[in-house]
C-alpha cells in the first residue's frame, strides 16, 4: 500500500513542476518530431485549473452572481472592469477568435435556414453531414468549439460541449469524429460518470452493426450510471477505433485510484485521532465527483480490494493506449509542439492520431494533479 501511495505523492510533485516549466517555456523541452502533411499551426492553451470565476490571474472570486461576461466572447467572467482591463492583454486574441468564428457560424446557419428551411434542423434526418448542404455549417460550429476551448474557463467549456453535443443529435452517426473531443469536457467539468457513460455507450450500442442511426426513435446516447468500478475490457478491446474514449477512461480510473488511495491514507492516519465529522472533509475534495456521490458505499476503511482492481485496470489501460498507438503516452508527458499541430491526414497508430487525441484530451489531464505523473511513471517501470 505505501508503495501505491507513494507512486502517486511522487506523480503530483512531478506534474507540478512540468506544468510550471511547459507554461513558462510555451513548451517542454522534448520537441515534437517533424511530420509531415501538416496543416496551419493552431493555437493551444495550456490549463493548470479550470477557471470557475473571475478569468483574472490571482482573483479568487468565483460566485457567478455577481460577475460580468466579457462581451466580445461571452466565454470570460470578470467581477469588475479592473481585473478585465488587467486580463485584456492575454485574453484579447482568443476573444477575436470566438468573436469571429461566432459570427460565421450563424452566417452558416442563416444560410443553411434560408436555402433548406428551418425543418431541417428538427423534422430532417440526424444525418447532417451527409446532407452536403449542411457541411459548411457543420465545419463552422465546429470551428466555433475549438476557439472556445482557447479559453480555459468553466463557462467556455461548457458552452463548448452544448455545441457538440447538439452536433452529434444533428449527426448521430458522427462523420465527422467530435465524439473524441467530448469526454474530456466532461471530465474537466468534474462530470465523470457522464464522460464514462458517453464513452460506453459508443464502445458498446454504438458497436452494434444493426444500429439504426437515421431512426430518431432509437435511444441515443442512452447509457446512465454505468459501473465505472467495471473491468475496462470493452475499451481494451476497442482502442485502436476509439483510442480518444480509452485515453479518457484511463483518466477516469485514474482519478477514482487517487482520490481512494488518499481518502483510505486520511482515515488511517486521523480516523483514531479526529472525529467524522473532520476525516469525512476528504470526500469534499476528491478529483472524481463520482467518489463524492457515491459517498455512502465508500465510506468503508477498508478499500484495499478496490484500489487493488483499479490499479489493474489502469495498467490493462494504459497497454491497450501503448499498443494502440506508440506515441501517444510518451506525447502525453513530453507533449512539445504536439498540441499547436494541424495532421491533415491520419490513420489508426500514427502520430496524426496521437496529435489529433492529444489535442482533445490534454487539458483535462493537466488539470488533475498528478495523473500525468502516473503515466510517467508506467512508461519508466
Given at each position: 500500500?505505501?508503495?501505491i501511495?507513494?507512486?502517486?505523492?511522487r506523480?503530483?510533485a512531478?506534474?507540478?513542476?512540468s506544468?510550471?516549466?511547459?507554461?513558462?517555456?510555451?513548451?517542454?523541452s522534448n520537441q515534437?518530431?517533424?511530420?509531415?502533411?501538416q496543416?496551419?499551426?493552431?493555437?493551444?492553451?495550456?490549463s493548470?485549473?479550470?477557471?470557475?470565476?473571475?478569468?483574472?490571474?490571482g482573483?479568487?472570486?468565483?460566485?457567478t452572481?455577481?460577475?460580468?461576461?466579457?462581451?466580445?466572447?461571452?466565454?470570460?467572467?470578470?467581477?469588475?472592469?479592473?481585473?478585465?482591463?488587467?486580463?485584456?492583454?492575454?485574453?484579447?486574441?482568443?476573444?477575436?477568435?470566438?468573436?469571429?468564428?461566432?459570427?460565421?457560424?450563424q452566417?452558416?446557419?442563416?444560410?443553411l435556414?434560408?436555402e433548406?428551411?428551418?425543418?431541417?434542423?428538427?423534422e430532417?434526418?440526424?444525418?447532417?453531414?451527409?446532407?452536403?448542404?449542411?457541411?459548411?455549417?457543420m465545419?463552422?460550429?465546429?470551428?466555433l468549439v475549438?476557439s472556445l476551448?482557447?479559453?480555459?474557463?468553466?463557462?467556455?467549456?461548457?458552452a463548448?460541449?452544448?455545441?457538440?453535443?447538439?452536433m452529434?443529435?444533428?449527426?448521430?452517426?458522427d462523420?465527422?469524429?467530435?465524439?473524441?473531443?467530448v469526454?474530456?469536457?466532461?471530465?474537466?467539468?468534474?462530470?465523470?460518470?457522464?464522460?464514462?457513460?458517453?464513452?460506453k455507450?459508443w464502445?458498446t450500442?454504438?458497436?452494434?452493426?444493426?444500429?439504426?442511426?437515421?431512426d430518431?426513435?432509437?435511444?441515443?446516447?442512452?447509457?446512465?450510471?454505468?459501473?465505472v468500478?467495471?473491468?475496462?475490457r470493452?475499451f481494451v478491446?476497442?482502442?485502436?477505433i476509439?483510442?480518444?474514449?480509452?485515453?479518457?477512461?484511463?483518466?477516469?480510473?485514474i482519478?477514482?485510484?487517487?482520490?481512494?488511495?488518499a481518502l483510505?491514507r486520511?482515515?488511517?492516519?486521523?480516523?483514531?485521532?479526529?472525529p467524522?465529522?473532520?476525516?469525512?472533509?476528504?470526500?469534499v475534495h476528491?478529483?472524481?465527483?463520482i467518489?463524492?456521490?457515491?459517498?455512502?458505499?465508500?465510506?468503508?476503511?477498508e478499500?484495499?480490494?478496490?484500489?487493488?482492481?483499479?490499479?489493474?485496470h489502469?495498467?490493462?489501460?494504459?497497454t491497450?493506449?501503448?499498443?494502440?498507438?506508440?506515441?501517444?503516452?510518451?506525447?502525453?508527458?513530453r507533449?512539445?509542439?504536439?498540441?499547436?499541430?494541424?495532421?491533415?491526414?491520419?490513420?489508426f497508430?500514427?502520430?496524426?492520431?496521437?496529435?489529433?487525441?492529444?489535442?482533445?484530451?490534454?487539458?483535462?489531464?493537466?488539470?488533475?494533479?498528478?495523473?500525468?505523473?502516473?503515466i510517467?511513471?508506467?512508461?519508466?517501470?
Open positions: 500500500m505505501e508503495d501511495l507513494g507512486y502517486i505523492r506523480a503530483q512531478e506534474d507540478r513542476a506544468l510550471d516549466e511547459l507554461n513558462s517555456n510555451g513548451q517542454r515534437a518530431p517533424n511530420v509531415t502533411q496543416g496551419p499551426r493552431m493555437a493551444f492553451t495550456i493548470k485549473e479550470l477557471v470557475l470565476g473571475c478569468t483574472a490571474p482573483c479568487s472570486r468565483i460566485m452572481g455577481g460577475l460580468s461576461r466579457c462581451t466580445g466572447c461571452r466565454a470570460a467572467l470578470y467581477c469588475g472592469r479592473e481585473h478585465q482591463h488587467v486580463d485584456r492583454p492575454a485574453h484579447k486574441s482568443a476573444c477575436s477568435k470566438i468573436r469571429k468564428a461566432n459570427v460565421a457560424y452566417e452558416a446557419e442563416r444560410q435556414r434560408d433548406e428551411g428551418d425543418a431541417i434542423f428538427t430532417g434526418p440526424p444525418h447532417f453531414w451527409g446532407i452536403h448542404e449542411t457541411r459548411p455549417y465545419r463552422a460550429r465546429f470551428t475549438e476551448l482557447l479559453v480555459n474557463t468553466e463557462t467556455a467549456v461548457n463548448a460541449l452544448d455545441h457538440l453535443l447538439a452529434l443529435q444533428l449527426c448521430r452517426s462523420n465527422m469524429g467530435v465524439r473524441d473531443v469526454p474530456a469536457l466532461f471530465l474537466r467539468l468534474r462530470k465523470d460518470q457522464q464522460a464514462y457513460d458517453f464513452c455507450w464502445v450500442t454504438g458497436q452494434e452493426g444493426d444500429y439504426d442511426w437515421g430518431k426513435t432509437s435511444p441515443y446516447l442512452a447509457t446512465k450510471q454505468a459501473d468500478f467495471e473491468d475496462p470493452e478491446r476497442n482502442a485502436t476509439s483510442l480518444s474514449f480509452a485515453v479518457s477512461v484511463t483518466l477516469v480510473k482519478r477514482l485510484l487517487m482520490d481512494l488511495l483510505q486520511d482515515r488511517q492516519i486521523a480516523a483514531p485521532k479526529l467524522s465529522e473532520i476525516t469525512d472533509q476528504g470526500f476528491c478529483t472524481s465527483a467518489i463524492q456521490r457515491q459517498r455512502q458505499e465508500l465510506e468503508r476503511e478499500q484495499t480490494l478496490n484500489i487493488t482492481m483499479l490499479r489493474k489502469v495498467e490493462q489501460l494504459f491497450a493506449v501503448k499498443e494502440s498507438n506508440k506515441h501517444f503516452w510518451p506525447a502525453l508527458v507533449p512539445g509542439s504536439h498540441l499547436e499541430a494541424r495532421p491533415m491526414m491520419h490513420g497508430g500514427d502520430i496524426g492520431q496521437m496529435q489529433v487525441v492529444l489535442r482533445a484530451n490534454y487539458n483535462a489531464w493537466a488539470e488533475t494533479e498528478g495523473a500525468i505523473g502516473v510517467e511513471e508506467l512508461l519508466q517501470s
